[in-house]
C-alpha cells in the first residue's frame, strides 16, 4: 500500500502541475453547474405553477426533481470527462519510455496499477467535491432528504471507479493518449447503454442486461430513500468494484508478457 501511495503521488504531481487538470476541471464544473442550474430553474417554475396543488398536499419533492436528475447529468458528464484523465496514465509513460524503468523498479506491478488507479480516482473526487456546492445550496434554501444525497455521492464515485479503471487498462494498450481516451469512452459508454436493450430482449436476457447495464445500478443509489431495500446495496457495490478489481487482474497476467 506505502508503494501504491508513493506511484498515485507521483501521478497527482504530474496532474496538478499540467494545464490539463485545471481545463478539465474548468470544463466538468461549467457543464454540470449548466445543467444543474437549468433543472433548478425548471424545478422554480414547476413549483410556482403547481402552488394550487399544495393545498392538496402534493408539493414537489426536491429530491426527486433536482437531486436525482443533478446526479444522474454529473454521470453523464463524469462519461466524458473521465477518459481524458486516464488516458496519461499509461499511455505517457510509453511514450517517454519510462515504463519498462517503472517495471524494472522493486514496485510490484499490481502496486503500479493500484497506484495509478488511486490518482485517478483523487482527481475525480475532487471534481466531484467541488461540484459538491450545488447540493450544499440546496440544504441551505430547502430540507432534502440527506439519504438519497449521501447514497447519490456514494454511487458516483463507485461508477467513477469503474471508468477509471477501463481508462487506466486502456491506456496500458497503447502509447497514444487519444486512443487510449476513445477506447475509454467507447467500453464505458457500451456499459451504460446496454441496459435499453433490455426493453426489447426477452425477460431472461432483459435481466441479464440490466445487471450490466450501469445506468440501471446507478439510480437505484439516488432513490435509497426506502429503508427496506438497503440490503441491495450489496450486490450493487460488488458490482461496482468487479472492474477495478479485474483491472488489476488484467495487468498481473500482462506481467508476465512484459
Not at 118 to 144: D, K, R
Amino acid at each position: 500500500m506505502k508503494n501504491s501511495w508513493i506511484v498515485a503521488k507521483r501521478d497527482l504531481g504530474s496532474f496538478f502541475n499540467s494545464p490539463i487538470f485545471y481545463v478539465v476541471t474548468t470544463v466538468f464544473l461549467i457543464l454540470y453547474s449548466f445543467i444543474f442550474i437549468n433543472i433548478l430553474n425548471f424545478f422554480s417554475m414547476q413549483s410556482m405553477q403547481s402552488g394550487q396543488f399544495q393545498q392538496m398536499g402534493m408539493g414537489l419533492n426536491i429530491n426527486e426533481m433536482v437531486i436525482e436528475p443533478s446526479f444522474q447529468n454529473m454521470a453523464v458528464v463524469l462519461l466524458l470527462i473521465i477518459p481524458i484523465i486516464t488516458m496519461r496514465s499509461f499511455s505517457e509513460e510509453k511514450k517517454s519510455k519510462t515504463f519498462r524503468l517503472l517495471l524494472s523498479s522493486p514496485v510490484h506491478l499490481k502496486e503500479i496499477v493500484f497506484g495509478k488507479f488511486l490518482a485517478c480516482m483523487i482527481v475525480v473526487a475532487v471534481m466531484v467535491l467541488l461540484s459538491s456546492y450545488s447540493i450544499g445550496f440546496l440544504f441551505f434554501i430547502s430540507e432534502p432528504d440527506i439519504g438519497p444525497v449521501l447514497t447519490g455521492y456514494l454511487g458516483i464515485i463507485l461508477m467513477a471507479g469503474c471508468y477509471v479503471s477501463v481508462g487506466v487498462f486502456a491506456s496500458s494498450l497503447t502509447e497514444n493518449q487519444i486512443v487510449a481516451a476513445v477506447i475509454t469512452f467507447g467500453f464505458s459508454l457500451f456499459m451504460w447503454v446496454i441496459g435499453w436493450g433490455a426493453q426489447t430482449a426477452d425477460s431472461t436476457t432483459g435481466q441479464v442486461l440490466q445487471y450490466l447495464s450501469i445506468i440501471e445500478h446507478l439510480d437505484r443509489f439516488f432513490k435509497r430513500h426506502n429503508r427496506n431495500q438497503r440490503y441491495r446495496l450489496l450486490p450493487i457495490l460488488h458490482y461496482f468494484w468487479t472492474f477495478p478489481l479485474s483491472s488489476c487482474l488484467g495487468f498481473e497476467s500482462l506481467e508476465v508478457i512484459l
